[in-house]
């Protein structure tokens, strides 16, 4: 199994804009810029947690996820050559990026291009303090799908993960540890990233970076609010140049018992979206935002 979201890749048609929000707005920290490729780093030990590729089009480059050792790294390639929708980019071996380590590189079932890496450097940094806004690391990303079923099973059975809970027939939440959710599907009618999520040090942190946000004149597209599954509260903000979305969130919810965890399906209704009732609706405004436009990186892995 996986153990967390290490890093997203994102290629960006405008590099310096894209910096610009990242670093001056959402609080990164560029830790490296090498050519084309901008890496940014967060309040945790990943070499990186966002890797930016100037593009000509926006399109999702990688999802990287840490697996705890070089071992597991190849028994995941092997599940991904034994599976009818799984295709390896090449064969396990040493990481050639920042932080390099051992990984294997696939396309997923919808064409996403994964990784899986052990052995990773990590870098010095800087825990995030009290009253800080800078994001502590990943915490989960939210994919679109057409088929959500197809890519429940393809995760659940290449990468380990466990299905936490449902919103009808429409998002399914996957964990693999004891956040309720690492990563979770939707259904649209394309296949493109929803949004990645960045983890806050506390609530207090959360609602200081999203009103800093909204101070600068940045609005959120959604929020702030508290989700009823998954309990995570949630900003989410668009980086303009590029059109991804973003979500500050906290505070979500943790499972203990991971073998006595019956998965719930809940409606999808105000409750389910925001039990507080702080955000502006979720109107069809805000779910176009969030589906946004098929993904130009589908099939077509980055160079690096
Ligand atoms: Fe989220």
């Not at 810029?33 to 940014?40: E, K, N």
């Not at 943790?254 to 389910?272: C, F, M, N, R, S």
Request: glycine fraction near 10%; hydrophobic fraction near 40%; charged fraction near 25%.
């Amino acid at each position: 199994m996986v153990l967390h979201v290490r890093h997203v890749g994102l290629g960006v048609p405008d590099l310096r804009s894209a910096r610009n929000f990242y670093e001056n707005y959402w609080k990164l920290e560029v830790v490296e810029a090498d050519g084309d490729r901008l890496y940014f780093g967060a309040g945790c030990p990943e070499s990186h947690v966002l890797r930016l590729r100037a593009t000509e089009e926006a399109r999702v480059d990688v999802i990287a996820f840490a697996a705890e050792s070089p071992s597991e790294v190849d028994r995941i390639a092997e599940r991904v050559a034994h599976h009818p929708r799984g295709r390896l980019i090449g064969e396990p071996g040493v990481r050639q990026d920042l932080g390099g380590g051992y990984a294997v590189r696939f396309l997923d079932c919808d064409g996403r291009t994964v990784e899986v890496s052990a052995d990773v450097r990590g870098r010095v940094f800087r825990p995030v303090e009290e009253a800080e806004t800078r994001p502590k690391s990943i915490g989960h990303v939210v994919l679109n799908t057409i088929d959500l079923q197809g890519a429940r099973e393809f995760y659940e059975s290449v990468l380990g993960f466990m299905v936490t809970d449902w919103v009808e027939d429409v998002m399914c939440f996957l964990r693999s540890g004891r956040a309720h959710h690492i990563i979770a599907f939707t259904r649209a009618p394309h296949a493109s990233l929803n949004h990645v999520a960045f983890e806050m040090r506390g609530l207090d942190e959360f609602m200081r970076a999203t009103g800093s946000l909204m101070r600068a004149g940045i609005a959120p597209v959604w929020g702030p609010g508290r989700h009823g599954v998954g309990q995570n509260t949630f900003s989410y903000f668009q980086e303009p140049s590029s059109g991804f979305v973003l979500e500050y969130t906290t505070a979500a919810q943790l499972i203990d018992d991971e073998h006595g965890w019956t998965p719930k399906v809940y409606p999808a209704d105000a409750q389910t979206t925001d039990v507080w009732g702080t955000a502006n609706a979720r109107d069809e405004a805000v779910s176009a935002t969030l589906i946004g436009r098929p993904d130009p990186g589908l099939w077509s892995p980055p160079p690096v």
